[in-house]
């Protein structure tokens, strides 16, 4: 019950996933909830598995989450829906924005990549923060894993270094890296080397939240590590999760509250999808109440420049485990707002077709960005070409001055482009270095009789098809709803008849 004491363990037979520890005349006193969980946290590889007498029920998360009986029958409706926009999806991209991302060799300037994985994959949400802030735990507690032998292994010690990948599988297994980087939608991740592949860890389970969602756990935040410790490019890899997570979690608790120099990279890397992450104060019900709202206040006002944002992020605090609150700990408060979150995670996994089409439109003005960038160049190249003059001197000079020859003034110029949206001229002259500049068409040469203009139908892509995708699958969802008397949802695909916690808010 929330709020209430935690009691003894009781004997209860042992079954196949839950140990129980025995009682006996012998047994000492009832420890308190910190240290029953700290004994579950240092020594997980034990094989008693301590149980609370009365877990928090589930029925929030199932409710929200979309667990229950009559969103799975929903589900069976909507999702042939979803699966027919997303190869529609596929079919836009190859024939509109990947011939002009092919010709202007897009892959060797940005690790932006669409394929099958990045489209028909389940939502994913990244997990971060510092070591033992209880990030796997919660991922269990999702899972209504907690206190089986099935369950995520945790630690009060930073017990892992890896990134963890917790996907659903028929069968419960462990996954090594090389296993998980064969895989067709990991299959990027063997650009980062075999020291990260050695790094990398999966577990597939037979979850039914899984076939929403895949969990992302990156090696906790931990301050104090050595300068180039690390033997794989942390950061980039931590950069190809954070730009494929529908949301981002960052869990804090309030023992570990300050910003180092590794947290503040991290953080760094989230500037421009603030509107997807979400910042977590865990283990909540330990602070007393009169401390709580400083506390909270403290971490989001803390974080608030790292981000680059002038509002203070969203922070919920909570004990988000399914032991109940500690005594005298605001209840009700920890309850709402973790329904809040609850709902974001919805929103991130219901709007995975919305997310999809969002990723290919951005990526599609990227490269229609990229490929006026290179004809600009060319084009400068071209009018400065003389008979006598050596192509390579010429090109050279363009790219290592470009700002001599107005290129970044004229491309500013056209109407649907912005100087902010740009790369820096640096990425330019490697990737020059790469590819001779003389070597492209220009915009206009690339287009043929049979074919067309490969700018046209991109610029069609980002202005027409994509949207007119998005505005489809709303209305064929909202005729399944309406047809089948199904739960209505909202524009994130969350239902609306459950109805959102009354603190949804960004603070206490």
Same mark, same amino acid.
């Given at each position: 019950?929330?709020?209430?004491?935690?009691?003894?363990?009781?004997?209860?037979?042992?079954?196949?996933?839950?140990?129980?520890?025995?009682?006996?005349?012998?047994?000492?006193?009832?420890?308190?909830?910190?240290?029953?969980?700290?004994?579950?946290?240092?020594?997980?590889?034990?094989?008693?598995?301590?149980?609370?007498?009365?877990?928090?029920?589930?029925?929030?998360?199932?409710?929200?989450?979309?667990?229950?009986?009559?969103?799975?029958?929903?589900?069976?409706?909507?999702?042939?829906?979803?699966?027919?926009?997303?190869?529609?999806?596929?079919?836009?991209?190859?024939?509109?924005?990947?011939?002009?991302?092919?010709?202007?060799?897009?892959?060797?300037?940005?690790?932006?990549?669409i394929s099958d994985a990045e489209i028909f994959s389940p939502s994913m949400v990244l997990m971060l923060g510092p070591y033992s802030t209880g990030k796997s735990t919660f991922i269990n507690y999702l899972m209504g894993l907690e206190y089986t032998r099935r369950a995520l292994r945790t630690g009060a010690s930073p017990s892992h270094g890896v990134f963890r990948i917790i996907q659903y599988g028929s069968e419960d297994q462990?996954?090594?890296?090389?296993?998980?980087?064969?895989?067709?939608?990991?299959?990027?991740?063997?650009?980062?080397?075999?020291?990260?592949?050695?790094?990398?860890?999966?577990?597939?389970?037979?979850?039914?939240?899984?076939?929403?969602?895949?969990?992302?756990?990156?090696?906790?935040?931990?301050?104090?590590?050595?300068?180039?410790?690390?033997?794989?490019?942390?950061?980039?890899?931590?950069?190809?999760?954070?730009?494929?997570?529908?949301?981002?979690?960052?869990?804090?608790?309030?023992?570990?509250?300050?910003?180092?120099?590794?947290?503040?990279?991290?953080?760094?890397?989230?500037?421009?999808?603030?509107?997807?992450?979400?910042?977590?104060?865990?283990?909540?019900?330990?602070?007393?109440?009169?401390?709580?709202?400083?506390?909270?206040?403290? %971490?989001?006002?803390?974080? =608030?420049? *790292?981000? !680059?944002?002038?509002?203070?992020? @969203?922070?919920? &605090?909570? $004990?988000?485990?399914?032991?109940?609150?500690?005594?005298?700990?605001?209840?009700?408060?920890?309850?709402?707002?973790?329904?809040?979150?609850?709902?974001?995670?919805?929103?991130?996994?219901?709007?995975?077709?919305?997310?999809?089409?969002?990723?290919?439109?951005?990526?599609?003005?990227?490269?229609?960005?990229?490929?006026?960038?290179?004809?600009?160049?060319?084009?400068?190249?071209?009018?400065?070409?003389?008979?006598?003059?050596?192509?390579?001197?010429?090109?050279?000079?363009?790219?290592?001055?470009?700002?001599?020859?107005?290129?970044?003034?004229?491309?500013?110029?056209?109407?649907?482009?912005?100087?902010?949206?740009?790369?820096?001229?640096?990425?330019?002259?490697?990737?020059?270095?790469?590819?001779?500049?003389?070597?492209?068409?220009? %915009?206009?040469?690339?287009? =043929?009789? *049979?074919? !067309?203009?490969?700018?046209?139908? @991109?610029?069609? &892509?980002? $202005?027409?098809?994509?949207?007119?995708?998005?505005?489809?699958?709303?209305?064929?969802?909202?005729?399944?709803?309406?047809?089948?008397?199904?739960?209505?949802?909202?524009?994130?695909?969350?239902?609306?008849?459950?109805?959102?916690?009354?603190?949804?808010?960004?603070?206490?």
């Amino acid at each position: 019950v929330a709020g209430g004491e935690e009691s003894d363990v009781p004997a209860l037979p042992a079954s196949p996933d839950v140990a129980h520890t025995p009682s006996s005349p012998s047994s000492p006193e009832p420890r308190d909830h910190q240290d029953e969980e700290d004994q579950y946290e240092e020594d997980y590889e034990d094989p008693i598995i301590l149980v609370p007498a009365s877990p928090r029920s589930r029925d929030q998360i199932e409710s929200i989450l979309g667990l229950d009986e009559t969103a799975r029958g929903a589900s069976k409706r909507t999702d042939p829906i979803a699966d027919a926009i997303l190869k529609d999806l596929k079919n836009i991209y190859g024939s509109s924005i990947k011939p002009l991302e092919s010709t202007y060799k897009y892959q060797d300037i940005s690790n932006r990549q669409i394929s099958d994985a990045e489209i028909f994959s389940p939502s994913m949400v990244l997990m971060l923060g510092p070591y033992s802030t209880g990030k796997s735990t919660f991922i269990n507690y999702l899972m209504g894993l907690e206190y089986t032998r099935r369950a995520l292994r945790t630690g009060a010690s930073p017990s892992h270094g890896v990134f963890r990948i917790i996907q659903y599988g028929s069968e419960d297994q462990e996954l090594d890296g090389t296993r998980l980087s064969a895989d067709w939608r990991y299959q990027f991740l063997q650009k980062f080397g075999q020291n990260f592949i050695d790094q990398l860890r999966g577990n597939a389970l037979d979850v039914p939240l899984l076939k929403k969602v895949t969990f992302v756990e990156a090696p906790g935040i931990l301050e104090m590590r050595r300068a180039g410790e690390r033997l794989y490019p942390f950061n980039d890899v931590l950069q190809w999760f954070i730009d494929r997570a529908d949301l981002v979690l960052v869990m804090f608790d309030y023992t570990k509250l300050d910003a180092g120099y590794e947290l503040e990279a991290v953080l760094d890397q989230l500037k421009g999808r603030e509107a997807q992450v979400r910042i977590l104060l865990n283990k909540a019900d330990q602070i007393p109440p009169e401390e709580l709202i400083k506390v909270q206040g403290s %971490l989001f006002w803390n974080l =608030s420049p *790292l981000l !680059g944002i002038s509002a203070p992020p @969203i922070v919920y &605090a909570g $004990s988000f485990t399914s032991r109940p609150y500690r005594s005298n700990s605001p209840a009700q408060l920890f309850m709402a707002q973790e329904a809040a979150l609850l709902h974001d995670i919805a929103k991130a996994i219901n709007a995975r077709v919305d997310n999809r089409v969002a990723i290919a439109r951005r990526h599609a003005v990227r490269v229609r960005n990229h490929a006026q960038m290179v004809d600009s160049y060319l084009t400068t190249y071209n009018k400065n070409k003389g008979f006598l003059t050596s192509k390579h001197k010429l090109a050279e000079d363009i790219v290592e001055n470009p700002h001599s020859y107005n290129i970044y003034e004229g491309v500013s110029l056209l109407s649907n482009v912005s100087r902010y949206d740009l790369p820096d001229p640096e990425i330019y002259r490697d990737f020059f270095r790469v590819h001779n500049l003389y070597d492209f068409p220009t %915009l206009k040469g690339s287009c =043929s009789y *049979l074919h !067309g203009c490969p700018i046209d139908k @991109i610029e069609n &892509a980002i $202005s027409t098809e994509l949207p007119e995708l998005l505005s489809r699958y709303r209305r064929l969802l909202t005729k399944a709803a309406v047809s089948n008397n199904l739960p209505q949802t909202d524009i994130h695909g969350v239902r609306t008849g459950v109805p959102p916690p009354p603190h949804h808010s960004k603070s206490l």
